[in-house]
Nanobody, 125 residues
Framework: QVQLVESGGGLVQAGGSLRLSCAAS????????MGWFRQAPGKEREFVAA???????YFADSAKGRFTISRVYAKNTVYLQMNSLKPEDTAVYYC???????????????????WGQGTQVTVSS
């Protein structure tokens, strides 16, 4: 069992930055692929980024060049650094974890086993 707690969301102006954190409980954090997803009002949840247990990273096209994902094993924490934010980045951002997933499936939310409660990110124009 893994529990995930996101933090770091808030209100920021377009062009600004935020860093989201996801703290995971349990001693097997290093065994999980960690993903970030987001859901805007009236829209389906969509993939943002993921990092495998070996450190391989994956990004949605909308995130490439602006977002980075990293993990600190000693802190059981994964981060999503978001730069050059746009109003269309406004959403609830969720952290998720899965033990086994093929690289081409990291963007599928139904592959993930554990989810956090979400943190709101609002980007004003």
């Amino acid at each position: 069992q893994v529990q995930l707690v996101e933090s770091g969301g808030g209100l920021v102006q377009a062009g600004g930055s935020l860093r989201l954190s996801c703290a995971a409980s349990g001693r097997t954090f290093s065994s999980y692929t960690m993903g970030w997803f987001r859901q805007a009002p009236g829209k389906e949840r969509e993939f943002v980024a993921a990092i495998s247990r070996s450190g391989s990273t994956y990004f949605a096209d909308s995130a490439k060049g602006r977002f980075t994902i990293s993990r600190v094993y000693a802190k059981n924490t994964v981060y999503l650094q978001m730069n050059s934010l746009k109003p269309e980045d406004t959403a609830v951002y969720y952290c998720a974890a899965v033990i086994l997933v093929r690289p081409r499936q990291v963007l599928r939310d139904n592959e993930y086993e554990y989810w956090g409660q979400g943190t709101q990110v609002t980007v004003s124009s």
